[in-house]
């Protein structure tokens, strides 16, 4: 199983300011996912990241609002800009092992947007 | 677009079998998972079975599939207060994964 590690593991942040979460895998994977959970709700699929190239985005997700870096094929950023109180939510990162077909979650960055 | 439903809540006594059921709208699903989430952790894979088997038993976890009705359901037997937790249903077609809302499940002692 891969193990998944993400910084920071919470936050509390100004309106308008951006943060960037960091998910560091201790495998080599191909495909990262990054999901957002609101409070009460479900979990959303944010986009898809692959190594090398643009990450691939769901409907109502936007890169300028969501910026992803995918450097390497263990580490993978998520940038959450300029931020309003509704996207306090937890954000986790995600790695899918295709041998296995499963899927593994990081433990979750919770942000606090004032 | 892909729907999965769950109930919010299920309150169980120790020592009984907890049942949480799932229905789902998209039949071309080719995996359906269960998910554990514990206060203040991520999402754990508990079982997942693939869309053409209608049983999948682990431990004390039993899966059943109903493809016709599109209705899935997690039974835990012998439930413990270490089961109390939010379960996530969820459906995969491909790289596209539905999650429902959660059952929030209470063990009451």
């Known amino acids: 199983s891969a193990v998944i590690s993400q910084k920071p593991s919470r936050d509390i942040c100004q309106r308008g300011t951006s943060l960037t979460i960091q998910c560091q895998v201790d495998?080599?994977?191909?495909?990262m996912f990054w999901y957002r959970q609101q409070p009460g709700q479900s979990l959303t699929l944010i986009a898809t990241a692959n190594q090398g190239s643009e990450a691939t985005y769901e409907s109502g997700f936007v890169i300028d609002k969501f910026p992803i870096s995918r450097p390497n094929l263990t580490f993978s950023t998520l940038t959450v800009s300029n931020m309003s109180p509704e996207d306090s939510s937890i954000y986790l990162c995600?790695?899918?092992?295709?041998?296995?077909?499963?899927?593994?979650f990081g433990p979750g960055t919770r942000l606090t947007v004032l | 677009g892909e729907d999965v439903e769950q109930s919010l809540f299920l309150s169980v006594r120790e020592g009984d079998s907890s049942v949480i059921n799932c229905t789902y709208t998209?039949?071309?699903?080719?995996?359906l998972y269960w998910y554990k989430q514990e206060p203040g952790a991520g999402l754990q894979l508990l079982t997942y079975?693939?869309?053409?088997?209608d049983m999948k038993q682990d431990q004390r976890l039993t899966v059943l599939l109903n493809k016709k009705d599109k209705h899935l359901s997690l039974r835990i037997a012998d439930t413990q207060t270490g089961d109390s937790a939010i379960y996530f249903c969820?459906?995969?077609?491909?790289?596209?994964?539905?999650f429902g809302p959660g059952t929030r499940l209470s063990v009451l002692p």
């Open positions: 998209d039949s071309s699903s080719t995996y």
């Open positions: 495998s080599q994977v191909t495909m």
């Open positions: 969820a459906e995969a077609h491909g790289q596209n994964f539905v």
């Open positions: 079975i693939f869309s053409n088997m």
């Open positions: 995600s790695v899918e092992d295709l041998l296995l077909n499963e899927q593994f």
